[in-house]
């Protein structure tokens, strides 16, 4: 079983478990001082989008904000506002649609047009 080691922003593993109490690594587990340890680059993966509701031919969209790699009607972060085509009705929650974008939430293509109309965005 391999002792887990923290040295100043990168972690490292200790092979040897003869010496589990001590927190020390030695030389040979040590990085090298021409390594630098980075972290790993995340990217945001919240998007604001439509999710469908209503049944077949009558269409109402719920705009959503929602982690970007869930399928369309999947359980969303928060739910920001709907969309009705057939009645041309919308209703949003423009504080919390700006405090996503404010974090870096993209819009989809579709819902960034009906933000910029709702004079949301510019």
Known sequence: MATL???????????????????????????????????PLVENRVAIRFSRR???KVPFFRIV???????????????LGWYDPLRKETNLNAPAIKKWLAVGAQPSETVGNLLKKAMVIE
């Open 65 to 79: 904000a929602v982690d970007s790699r869930k399928r369309r009607d999947g359980r969303p972060l928060e739910e």
């Open 54 to 56: 209503g049944r077949k």
């Open 5 to 39: 080691l923290s040295n100043p922003g990168c972690l490292t593993f200790k092979s040897s478990v003869a010496n589990a109490g001590s927190l020390q690594a030695s030389k040979a587990h040590r990085l090298p001082s021409t390594h630098s340890c980075q972290m």
